[in-house]
């Protein structure tokens, strides 16, 4: 019996814990359907891979060597551990062999994945003595090596970032390179979606105007974790058709899939025992038993905790601490310490990590036997992935969610007919918002006159004539030239809105180190004066943020309580570009600007998580504009009428809560985070004269949110409906509409209200109450 | 910028939204761009601006003018061949193709999108130096300019600069790439590292500027910086007013007749070192002078030179101890090339008996134990240095051969006794 076959007993009988259970599920090994290695593959390929022990292809991946090999674009949808790298490899490998001028560019979201993905490259090549020359060009590759780097590399392995900032405004240092370039591998395409997507598709624009110039003309290769619409997704990113590959042909070992919602503390109020805790024990009993375990949480701060708990729980001099290793990990972390972390996940001196979605994709950190999923990742995709981490060997493996009161977590415990049962959401970009078009165009003029008529994109040439106005590009001899004396992809970041970021600076006992970074706006609302900042467990508090000069200067502390920001917010109606009556209410399309104001902070005790005081914050607001949809609730609409039927005391909190719970369960219906979407309520609204809800877009200039939500309106609503329905709670939770709030002073039910709302809203009756159904990809 | 992009994509979209409801224009013209025009473009604005002061137009958008000075010292040089030059079998036809040259342009940080303007090269013709400069009246007529700099600038020529060979070479091989052309410089000498070798160590910078200043006693009046000449030639292009580059002209013409002055005064040191030294108008690193004649391609030629010139920094008592120490260690390395191992010996006896710094010690602790055969003198020798601030390799030494000659002494006394 193995470690975690015994743990699986042990769980199974356990009344507590199965009494908290909403779903086991066991997902059968699977068998793989194979195809036998191409016959036209070149001899020393062949003897790579049978030297290597592959004697036959996954079908998905003789599929993807046929149709790359006749020149089709294509994106390969591959579950984690399904032999992913073989299937664009082969293909590849063969036209190197053929044609050593050919080149490969191979696009990894993140840096630490192109360094993993290296390794193995080395190993094929050198392993096989291919004789291919391999190099990874990113902005830890020393000025030594680039140039040979440039010159010699048939495959280049790098990130969006360096292609962007680097190679592109670059491009007559690589003209070998692009010139010659034959195969654009993207991986992990579906991270680019929302704001990175949309730079994305941008870069690739750039990129392929690039190598057309120098007549090239590359054959894609994208791979997708499960989304519900790769094709479409690919096809966005890179501007032309593809083809769907998507026969997985790998076998996979059986796998237990645990759905568990945290027993209650306080049924009354709803208040059910913590997610960190939660994941904490559990993750103790898998690593207790000898089982290797993965925690994923939902934010950088959880992160720390968790892991400290756990380390402080396996606390033990003399047994040198159960010789149980657990780390934290997530971005912000410098690159040589999230490296040692992996290297430990390998060989095995580390047992446990404790890690943000940084870990989700496909680094290597080896074989883990149990993935402990500490609140909902915010996308079933998502979940797949981060429960595709354990077990990539052929064993038996285990997947955790433990709920947290979100909402929606408690919607998918709760419904796991949604979590098991649907298509998983849909990824999508919008390469066309205005500031990200305008900066990628500064960039591509830059790299490469344009005529007024290239079709860059929709409606260029406009955007042209805005950047001539600035005075950053000029009209001479039919064509739009650079000029200026900067370099516009230097102030363009493709993760986030701003390009600035803000260093943090160590300065205990003098000494200055540099500890990790976070960008502007983020760093009003966690780095504040006296904030509280917990990096690899350790805790600092904030001495000074200065963010004229981006920096931040922390000092190690240790105190009982962490922090976090009071934000205001002032809403203000710019422009409405488009009204629509759907719904039961008038929906209107539009530009707001948003001020966001942190004028205080809580101080929130560890481990019982009470309130322990409060601090005030001086920072300069930050203003936003961005795309808005309103929802206005006119007397003559079936909305405003069910609002007017509530007690007159009853209106805004039931507002404020249709408010909260929408945001919380639009994440299922649109690939985005619950904070990409955000939710202001106005009872008499100085725009519009009436009750309104904005639901907004959390990025500069909107990313097509607050389109999208429109269209899904309906749906998102009626599981708002269904998740106060089904709540337990009698008053209202943090797992549905919150809690109550004493401060409020009402009478009256919240809950009830809030369900009546929305019923008659929706018009429908108590009785039919129908889980959603999302339009399914 | 980032403050009013509101305003603009206000704008941006009422112009957009206009342009989607106009029906029937959206069909007709899918594309919409601008209707197609028929025959060559005018380069925008060209026609209606008037040239530069003393500028000509070369070809359509392309502007030049031409200044001569004398130059009797620079074709002297010329003529008898400079240090400074590779030595090639065809090295004198190349030197009198020898040209100066000089870039300006549109940023400073490089990439596809920072374009030369303003391109500079003077040749020297009999006994004048004939200066051309050529100025890139609009972006657009990169082409014809380009066309202009491939007559002046022939890729066997031989292509003198300062700080050329990071910068403005590889600019101007981008600017070729970019219009589809393959065009480099083969022959290239850039200044900036041997009067690093020279100055670095004397002078808070070697920037030309600087060098202009300390080396050259030229004083520049009302010289434009370096970092404003983008801004001016944007405001050209804006205001079509030449009188916005006049300063860039002369900052770029300065600069060109100044690098030919630093190229005779260079090749002056380097080819009379000792006599430079003596006169003492000109400070200039000795030491590392030597080292720049030692490593020349030549340096046969050249080594009577170096040595006579460590040789006069040991003796010059007036000099500090430290570059005394170098010339003599760096002056018995060139002994001991060249098999005197007499003179090495005499060199580091002469630094020892006056300095005891524990580097030479080891020099002419090796010099009596393997040239001499006299093991105890070397001991001697080792055992009397002053340890104290000295760096940790050197101790090591010490203290390892001390150890080994202790044991040889040691075995002799066996034997012996």
């Not at chain 1, 106005?469 to 363009?492: F, I, K, Q």
């Not at chain 1, 607050?706 to 269209?711: K, N, Q, S, T």
Request: glycine share 8%; net charge negative.
């Amino acid at each position: 019996m193995s470690a975690v076959e015994r743990v699986l007993a042990e769980l199974k009988n356990d009344p507590v814990f199965a009494a908290n259970v909403s779903q086991w599920q066991e997902i059968p090994a699977r068998e793989g359907t194979y195809a036998p290695l191409p016959s036209d593959l070149h001899p020393r390929l062949r003897a790579t891979l049978e030297a290597g022990g592959v004697r036959q292809l996954y079908n998905h991946q003789a599929d993807s060597y046929r149709a790359v090999r006749s020149g089709r674009d294509v994106v390969v949808v591959t579950p984690t551990a399904s032999g992913k790298t073989l299937s664009y490899n082969l293909a590849i490998l063969q036209e190197l062999l053929h044609r050593p001028e050919a080149r490969a560019l191979y696009l990894f979201p993140t840096k630490a994945l192109s360094q993993d993905q290296q390794a193995g490259l080395n190993l094929a090549v050198e392993g096989g003595e291919l004789g291919v020359k391999v190099a990874t060009y990113d902005g830890d590759t020393p000025d030594s090596v680039r140039a040979s780097a440039r010159e010699t590399g048939q495959i280049i392995i790098s990130n969006p970032d360096m292609l962007h900032s680097g190679i592109l405004p670059n491009h007559p240092k690589w003209i070998k390179f692009l010139g010659n370039l034959a195969f654009v591998v993207i991986d992990e395409i579906h991270t680019y979606r929302g704001v990175f997507g949309s730079h994305m598709t941008n870069v690739v624009r750039r990129l392929r105007r690039i190598t057309e110039f120098y007549g090239a003309d590359p054959t894609f290769i994208c791979c997708s974790a499960t989304i519900g619409n790769p094709r479409e997704l690919a096809e966005r990113i890179i501007g032309r058709n593809v083809e769907l590959i998507d026969n997985n042909g790998a076998p996979s070992g059986a796998k237990h899939l645990i759905l568990y919602n945290p027993p209650f503390v306080d049924r009354v109020q709803g208040i059910r025992k913590g997610v960190v805790q939660e994941a904490r024990a559990l993750t103790l009993r898998f690593l207790k038993a000898g089982v290797k375990t993965i925690v994923f949480a939902r934010s950088r701060l959880r992160t720390e905790l968790i892991a400290a708990y756990i380390r402080r729980s396996l606390e033990n001099v003399y047994t040198d601490h159960g010789r149980i290793n657990v780390e934290a990990y997530r971005g912000g972390y410098l690159p040589s310490e999230r490296r040692a972390i992996e290297r430990g996940l390998r060989d095995g001196t580390v047992q446990g990590v404790v890690s943000t979605n940084a870990l989700e994709l496909g680094i290597d950190i080896g074989g883990l036997d149990a993935a402990v999923l500490a609140g909902f990742p915010g996308s079933i995709s998502s979940s797949w992935q981060q429960a595709g981490r354990a077990g990539r060997t052929r064993n038996l493996s285990v997947a955790v969610l433990v709920a947290s009161s979100s909402p929606l977590d408690q919607y998918m415990v709760k419904h796991p007919h949604y979590f098991l049962g649907r298509a998983p959401e849909q990824g999508f970009v919008d390469p066309d918002n205005l500031h990200i078009l305008i900066s990628h165009l500064r960039c591509a003029v830059f790299e490469l006159p344009m005529k007024p008529e290239e079709r860059y994109a929709p409606q260029s040439e406009l955007y042209l004539q805005h950047l001539e106005e600035e005075g950053t590009v000029r009209l001479s001899a039919g064509m739009y030239h650079w000029s200026d004396r900067s370099y516009p992809a230097e102030s363009v970041s493709l993760r986030s809105a701003t390009a600035d970021n803000v260093v943090i600076v160590d300065s205990t006992n003098g000494e200055y180190s540099v500890i990790g970074e976070t960008d502007r706006p983020s760093a009003k609302e966690v780095l504040f004066d006296n904030a509280i900042y917990i990096h690899r467990g350790e805790q600092y508090v904030v001495t000074e943020l200065d963010l004229e000069n981006r920096k931040c200067l922390v000092e190690r502390t240790d105190v009982n309580y962490y922090t976090e920001a009071l934000v205001k917010r002032d809403i203000k109606v710019l422009h409405e570009d488009e009204t629509r009556h759907a719904g039961g209410s008038r929906l209107v399309l539009g530009d707001i600007l948003v001020r966001t104001q942190v004028a205080k902070f809580k101080k929130i005790r560890f481990q019982s998580h009470e309130n322990v005081g409060y601090g005030e914050v001086s920072v300069p607001e930050e203003e936003m504009h961005t795309r808005a949809l309103t929802i206005v609730f006119d007397p003559d609409t079936r909305a405003g009428g069910a609002l007017r039927e509530l007690d007159p005391a009853m209106r805004v909190p039931a507002v404020v809560r249709i408010g909260t719970l929408v945001k919380n369960v639009a994440p299922v219906f649109l690939l985005c985070e619950a904070t990409d979407l955000r939710a202001a309520e106005r009872l008499k609204d100085p725009h519009f004269g009436q009750p309104c809800l904005y639901i907004y877009d959390g990025y500069p200039g909107g990313i097509g949110l607050a389109e999208a939500f429109a269209g899904q309106l309906e749906p998102i609503l009626a599981a708002a409906l269904s998740l106060v329905r089904d709540c337990e709670c009698s008053e209202g939770c943090p797992s549905c509409v919150g809690p109550r709030d004493p401060q409020e002073e009402i009478d009256g039910n919240p809950k009830e209200a809030v369900s009546a709302f929305l019923a008659a809203w929706l018009s429908v009756s108590d009785a039919d109450a129908e889980p959603a159904q999302a339009q399914d990809g | 910028m980032a403050h009013d992009l509101a305003g603009r994509i206000r704008l941006l979209r009422q112009l957009r939204d206009s342009r989607l409801t106009r029906p029937s224009t959206a069909d007709e013209e899918p594309e919409s761009g601008p209707s197609p025009q028929t025959g060559p473009i005018p380069v925008a604005g060209e026609a209606a601006a008037p040239p530069p002061t003393g500028f000509s137009a070369l070809a359509d958008g392309v502007w030049g003018r031409v200044i001569r000075l004398a130059a009797p010292q620079l074709a002297q040089v010329v003529r008898r061949g400079s240090v400074l030059l590779p030595a090639a079998d065809d090295a004198a036809a190349r030197a009198a193709s020898i040209r100066f040259f000089d870039l300006e342009t549109t940023g400073l940080s490089g990439g596809a999108g920072t374009k030369v303007f303003l391109a500079g090269v003077g040749v020297l013709e009999e006994e004048t130096l004939r200066v051309e400069q050529l100025l890139l009246a609009d972006l657009g007529a990169e082409p014809a300019f380009l066309d202009q700099l491939a007559l002046r600038f022939p890729e066997d020529a031989l292509y003198v600069s300062y700080n050329g060979r990071a910068f403005d070479a590889h600019q101007l091989k981008t600017r070729f790439l970019m219009n589809r052309r393959v065009h480099s410089l083969q022959f290239h000498v850039d200044l900036l590292y041997p009067a690093r070798r020279l100055w670095r160590s004397v002078l808070s910078r070697c920037s030309l500027a600087e060098l202009e200043r300390s080396v050259l006693s030229i004083r520049r009046e009302a010289d434009l910086p370096s970092a404003e000449v983008p801004e001016r030639y944007f405001a050209y292009l804006r205001n079509r007013d030449p009188a916005a580059l006049e300063p860039v002209f002369a900052h770029h013409y300065h600069d060109i007749v100044s690098l030919s002055w630093l190229f005779i005064t260079m090749d002056e040191i380097l080819r009379r070192p000792c006599a430079w030294l003596a006169r003492s108008e000109v400070p200039f690193d000795a030491v590392q002078a030597a080292v720049w004649l030692l490593s020349h391609p030549r340096a046969a030629d050249r080594r009577f030179e170096a040595e006579e010139l460590l040789n006069a920094v040991l003796r010059d008592e007036d000099r500090a101890s430290d570059e005394r120490v170098e010339a003599g260690l760096l002056l018995g390395t060139c002994h001991k090339r060249a098999a005197r191992p007499h003179e090495a010996e005499q060199v580091y006896r002469l630094l020892y008996e006056t300095f005891r710094d524990p580097r030479v010690a080891v020099e002419l602790a090796k010099q009596l134990e393997h040239h001499r055969r006299d093991p105890a003198g070397a001991l001697e020798v080792l055992e009397a240095v002053d340890l104290q601030g000295c760096p940790r390799g050197v101790t090591d030494d010490i203290e390892y051969r001390t150890q080994r000659l202790l044991r040889k002494r040691d075995r002799g006394r066996a034997l012996h006794g």
